[in-house]
């Protein structure tokens, strides 16, 4: 039914195993795979989420008793399954193990004593920037690189914020609960606690690098692929670019917003390109052809004789390519005529004999214009 794979598959152990192996062995994958020792790669990141809504499921009692039975429709509430499990929302027993990982990966191997920690790590902000690029990469498309300043782990203390490499140590305002309680008469009431700030740890010795935070602000270079027919003011979300998470929290999503530069002949509209080509009064009358310029190159063009200034003339297919991938814009030819602005007197006698030719069959708008309004005053 749904492509999943077998959680125990995934873990790599036998159904039926004990609690204890199924830790081990998410420890394992964790271990190997956890964001933060693979910055930037995606493969990790997948292996290491998989293994973590596997564990979850498998270290849950209730949920591991549904999955036995009926599968991923056991657990999974948007397969509409027998409801219960909500996947990767409830790290219940996981924290746990997250909590022994932590000291694990930072090589202290500290087992915080008294109380569980509320939570572990938390997320990375999600980042936004501004990518300029030209009118005809927004139109094919290109790779371009971008650099960002963003956080990433702390390579001194690998992230654990402690100068000493030992790990943080767990509140003793708070006992690692990261909330302080009051009694007051019936009601106990819970506050975020001041000394760790909530989260359950405190450092005794920061780092010197990042002053505890487990990051450092760096200049990053990404390769951003802009795909063709992104217009002027659109947004690109590059997800887990962001700043990294803070000791183990997820990493933010990166936004890019792509400006697209003004073009010396072409303007978009939709995904149509505009473009406005001056023919001259003779050129109008006696029709010709015309050399325009298109995104691909130059292409010939035939003005039928008697073309009109301000005429729209369509080059079929050689407009922007729609960014679903289906179909194609045109391009639209805004004809102007223009009228000479300094005539030598031989252009000039053409002219006069010209005007004097002038006839209702071969002007028929002045003419008829002319005409309305004689019979306006009448
Ligand atoms: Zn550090
Ligand atoms: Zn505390």
Known sequence: MSGKRDYYDILGVQKGTSKDEIKKAYRKIAMQHHPDRNPDNKESE??????SVAADVLLNDEKRTKYDQFGHAGVDG????FGGGQGFSDFGDLGDIFGDLFGDILGGGRRSSGGRRRSY????????TTMNISFKEATFGIEKELKIQRKVVCTACSGSGSADGAGPSTCD???GYGEVRRQQG???MASPCPKCRGTGQIITNPCKKCNGD????????LEVKVPAGIDDGQRLKLAGEGDSGVKGGQSGDLYVIIAVDDHEFFKREEYD?????PISFSQAALGATIEVPTLSGKVEMKIPSGTQSGKKMRLKGKGINKLTGYGIGDQVIDIQVETPTKLCSEQERLFR???EYSNKSCNPMSVGFLDKVKNLFQ
Request: with cysteine; aromatic share 8%.
């Open 121 to 128: 790590g938390k997320p990375g902000a999600d980042l936004q």
């Open 78 to 81: 948007s397969s509409g399954g």
């Open 46 to 51: 997948a292996i290491f989420k998989e293994a």
């Open 173 to 175: 305002g708070c006992n």
């Open 353 to 355: 004999e010209l005007e």
């Open 273 to 277: 390109v505009m473009c406005t080509v």
């Open 214 to 221: 487990g990051r450092v602000s760096k200049q990053v270079t």
């Open 186 to 188: 019936f009601f106990t």
